[in-house]
């Protein structure tokens, strides 16, 4: 577990949860410390009701919340904010945050024979255990965080792994989600870094990249259909799983004058997804009038593209964002 940052760099600071507001069986009271070694970057642990990791260099700034694993900011320098939150998203520790980087594992959407348990699995709302955070000789600044079963997990999900997020936060900004089986048996999961970017109107942005790829529509039920050869273009709900894809995506978007390139590792499905008015409507955590300026473009492995990790191995799944001015 951890363990990421390595090669030629510095450690920034070593932080747990200790002293915050969040009571957490991750905590281990040995490791309350914060002491900054940080030359040009800065990183500390900071509470807005949950505890969360505001990080700053030369390149970028953005911010990790522990709750969740959760990526809720990342602004490169010479651009606006990329990722998009909610006004209304809420900041509890037994409910995800609406927006950002929720991580979806070990399940994506509805667990499928218990559906009383939490959508998209219980990560995004577990405290996780901040490893380190490293100062890297490009500039960049990398967090590490992991979430290991427990009994809590084990009454939803009766299994033994060990999660690893890393997030680089640089020009570019990194999330690599690693997966360790420990079960002496096979371990099927699924899981999503649910990235939900910022957008100037949906209506007017196109996603280039997903040309001809077969997807799973799930509006109004669940259909099979490929896509064709023209940009992906917005004029209503829209929630589809790509499969078997590990294309780049790109977020075209004229009214913020820029482009978005999901680059992406280990991962063979792309959901897109916007719940357009009336959805928008139904969700307490999301304003009425917000579905214009976000969309998602999340990097998984869902449905067809599930995986099974031998035990004792490592399933990992990253994404890369970086955003340039059109
Ligand atoms: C998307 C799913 O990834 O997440 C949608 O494809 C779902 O079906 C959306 O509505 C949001 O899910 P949630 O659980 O965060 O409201």
Redesign the pocket.
């Known amino acids: 577990m951890g363990g990421h940052a390595q090669g030629n760099c510095q450690p920034v600071i070593k932080a747990d949860l200790i002293g915050h507001s969040e009571p957490s069986s991750t905590v281990n009271p040995q490791r309350l410390n914060t002491s900054m070694t940080s030359t040009s970057a800065s990183a500390s642990v900071v509470s807005d009701g949950l505890p969360s990791l505001a990080i700053a260099n030369r390149l970028a700034t953005a911010r990790i919340y522990l709750h969740g694993g959760h990526v809720a900011q990342w602004r490169p320098a010479g651009h606006g904010e990329v990722l998009w939150m909610s006004a209304r998203s809420l900041h509890a520790p037994d409910k995800?945050l609406?927006g950002g980087i929720?991580v979806?594992f070990p399940w994506?959407?509805p667990h499928p024979e218990r559906p009383e348990l939490p959508?998209?699995g219980f990560a995004r709302q577990r405290a996780w255990a901040l490893d380190a955070v490293t100062d890297l000789d490009d500039g960049s600044t990398r967090a590490v965080l992991a979430l290991v079963s427990d009994a809590a997990s084990r009454a939803q999900w009766p299994h033994d792994a060990a999660v690893t997020l890393t997030v680089t936060v640089g020009s570019t900004l990194n999330v690599e989600l690693a997966i360790a089986n420990r079960d002496p048996a096979p371990l099927v999961c699924e899981a999503?870094l649910?990235t939900y970017f910022s957008v100037g109107d949906i209506r007017r942005t196109t996603v280039e990249g997903l040309a001809g790829t077969p997807y799973l529509d799930?509006v109004g039920g669940v259909a099979r259909r490929i896509e064709g050869s023209a940009p992906i273009a917005f004029s209503g709900e829209t929630?589809r799983?790509y499969l078997g894809t590990t294309a780049t995506a790109t977020i075209v978007d004229p009214l913020l004058a820029r482009r978005i390139t999901v680059a992406k590792r280990g991962s063979r499905s792309t959901?897109v997804?916007n719940?357009w008015i009336a959805?928008a409507a139904k969700?307490a955590d999301f304003g009425d009038h917000e579905w214009p300026g976000m969309l998602?473009v999340?990097t998984a492995n869902a449905a067809d593209d599930r995986m099974t990790i031998a035990p004792g191995a490592i399933e990992r799944m990253a994404l890369d964002v970086s955003v340039t001015h059109a």
């Open positions: 995800p609406r929720p979806c994506f959407g959508a998209h999503a649910h799930k929630d799983v959901v997804w719940p959805k969700m998602c999340e």
